[in-house]
């Protein structure tokens, strides 16, 4: 089949292309910049790249419908609009299948655990009202105007190339580091809260099974995350564990831990990720599309902490 991948060189496109070329795709990569992958394989150098900016939305339009693809794969779309204007273009083409990449953000508080993600969602910020928005739009596509739509929507990613959520529910280095060397940190509340981590290489996983499962997945929402979610102390009681140091895990109260933290960006994103926290099913994506992430929730973190020892970011003495 004719693939193309938009924006292809992030966390999912770095493991997602070289999948897909693996099965004897013709790949195309739609980035505004050609870089390296977050992992090197053979598979990228049959590959196309095309360069080209979103933001030029004539230009874009006007190469996407050229290109004519069976399979189309949005990685980078986080606007209302951008959906809006794919989907027209995407209508004067042959594409059989568009495969939009929501997040676990379109949910708000979850009220039933595990989380259905075809269920009705009250995202919390504007990045998960756009892919909620997004969603219901394709949904709507697809069911009156038969458009060939499918919804990932992928949890926390992880993996060995950057800095993912650590246990306080943001992305400060200095938790791992404090961690690493044996020292306390302290967590909101009781640590009760959850996170979902996933690795990126599943949740590429996951467009794949659709794309193979194409009649089964079309009109769905399928959470792309790992078969168990962690909790803030289960996950810092990890990494010490990982680290051979003693645990030593203090509890604020919100407000005491938001003074303590002292960094709005910090406590902003402990916020969205904590207020959240939920346990994302994979029910519907085990059933139809054969989903069955290769990584558990631990093995993902430790792997992910592994490569940022490897590449310096957290220092072991």
């Not at 006007?62 to 606007?79: G, H, R, T």
């Not at 929507?153 to 993996?159: R, V």
Request: proline share 4%; with cysteine.
């Amino acid at each position: 089949m004719k693939i193309v991948v938009i924006g292809g060189y992030g966390h999912i496109g770095s493991y997602l292309v070289p999948k897909l070329v693996k099965l004897g795709n013709e790949v195309t990569v739609i980035s505004r910049h050609e870089r390296q992958p977050y992992i090197d394989d053979w598979a990228w150098q049959s590959a196309q790249f095309i360069a080209l900016d979103r933001n030029d939305t004539a230009t874009f339009t006007k190469s996407l419908i050229a290109l004519n693809a069976d399979v189309v794969i949005d990685l980078v779309n986080f606007k209302f609009e951008n959906t809006k204007e794919i989907v027209a273009a995407l209508k004067q083409t042959s594409v059989s299948h568009y495969l939009f990449c929501s997040s676990v953000w379109a949910h708000g508080r979850a009220q039933v655990l595990p989380v259905d993600p075809n269920g009705l969602k009250e995202p919390l910020d504007d990045y998960g009202k756009n892919k909620y928005q997004s969603e219901r739009y394709l949904k709507n596509e697809y069911r009156q105007n038969g458009f060939p739509a499918t919804v990932i929507m992928p949890g926390q990613i992880s993996g060995p190339g950057w800095d993912i959520i650590n246990p306080a529910g943001n992305q400060n280095r200095q938790v791992f580091q404090d961690i690493a060397d044996g020292k306390e940190i302290v967590l909101p509340n009781f640590g009760m809260e959850t996170l979902h981590h996933v690795h990126a290489s599943d949740v590429a996983q996951q467009f794949v099974d659709a794309i193979q499962h194409r009649n089964q997945s079309l009109g769905e929402s399928f959470h792309a995350v790992s078969a168990s979610s962690i909790t803030l102390y289960g996950y810092a009681q990890l990494l010490y564990h990982f680290f051979h140091q003693e645990a030593k895990i203090a509890f604020l109260p919100w407000p005491d831990w938001v003074a303590k933290v002292n960094n709005p960006v910090d406590s902003d994103k402990t916020y969205y990720h904590i207020a959240r926290s939920g346990q994302y099913s994979i029910a519907n994506a085990q059933r139809l599309i054969g989903y069955r992430p290769q990584y558990s929730v631990e093995e993902t973190i430790e792997l992910s902490i592994r490569g940022a020892v490897e590449r310096g970011a957290i220092q072991v003495k």
